[in-house]
């Protein structure tokens, strides 16, 4: 019986994978890979290595989840060192938890690498800490793409008022909706927020504005997924603590 390592390939920068991530990488017999990864951590996998790419777009999968798990545990079975290659963080929004359960019901030994997930990685390449002492005490990771009927899983309430800065994954479509339902449970209109479009790529490229505006700047600017949505007052921080080289953003007046 072989072994299925899932790992966390982070955010985008290929430099940003840990050293334990590369180690699997570099003894896989099979890698299945995601779209957002940097196809350059493929050239570290040795020679005859198996790639099958399993990529995902917001309306369309390759292929599907209950796929993927059984192309993992039908290649550990035959006794190879699998690695689920996986954007950002395997346990954070990226069905990490079924991949491992999978494996746990086929009695298949796994291994979880944690990655550097996007909420925290492409606003510290936007210059945009995501706690600050001053600023921002919590900090909450949310996806903006649910199934029909699950808005109030989100807890707008809690989000709006208990929250000093929200990181939205896979939000952009929804933008208008979230800004909606923050607004109208509390979170001032005048909340500062920014998108973060390829963060932590050569094509990165972030849009400030206030949680009221923010999708009006994005539409403007042509931003579009993937994108990282972050809203909070730490966003003020950007004018000081912008480090990183970004594709300029031209934003067309209304």
């Given amino acids: 019986m072989g072994k299925i390592w899932l790992v966390?390939?982070?955010p985008g920068?290929?430099?940003l994978i840990t050293v334990k991530g590369l180690k699997a990488i570099q003894k896989a017999d099979v890698?299945?890979?995601?779209?957002?990864?940097?196809?350059e951590l493929l050239e570290h996998a040795k020679e005859g290595t198996e790639l099958i790419f399993c990529g995902k777009l917001p309306d369309r999968h390759f292929v599907q989840q209950e796929n993927i798990n059984e192309l993992l545990v039908d290649h550990a079975r035959q006794g190879k060192q699998v690695v689920r290659l996986k954007g950002g963080d395997p346990f954070v929004f990226g069905r990490g938890?079924?991949?491992a359960a999978a494996a746990v019901q086929n009695g298949i030994e796994f291994e979880v690498v944690p990655?550097?997930?996007s909420g925290i990685a492409a606003p510290a390449y936007a210059g945009i800490p995501v706690t600050h002492r001053d600023l921002g005490a919590s900090f909450a990771i949310v996806t903006g793409h649910r199934k029909e009927g699950a808005d109030e899983e989100l807890k707008w309430a809690s989000l709006a008022k208990g929250i000093d800065t929200i990181a939205v994954y896979m939000g952009v479509k929804n933008l208008p909706h979230i800004q909606e339902k923050l607004i109208q449970y509390g979170k001032p209109k005048t909340t500062p927020a920014a998108l973060i479009h390829w963060g932590t790529t050569n094509k990165?490229?972030?849009?400030?504005g206030t949680?009221?505006?923010?999708y009006d700047v994005a539409q403007s600017a042509g931003i579009t997924n993937p994108s990282m949505i972050?809203?909070?007052?730490?966003?003020?921080?950007?004018?000081?603590?912008?480090w990183f080289k970004e594709i300029p953003v031209e934003v067309k007046k209304q």
Avoid at 31 to 39: A, G
């Fill in 8 to 10: 966390g390939a982070g």
């Fill in 13 to 15: 920068d290929p430099d």
């Fill in 31 to 39: 890698i299945l890979y995601d779209r957002l990864i940097s196809m």
């Fill in 97 to 99: 938890g079924e991949e």
């Fill in 115 to 117: 990655g550097i997930t």
């Fill in 204 to 208: 990165q490229q972030t849009v400030t």
């Fill in 211 to 214: 949680l009221e505006t923010i």
């Fill in 230 to 242: 972050v809203i909070g007052e730490v966003v003020r921080m950007r004018d000081e603590l912008t």
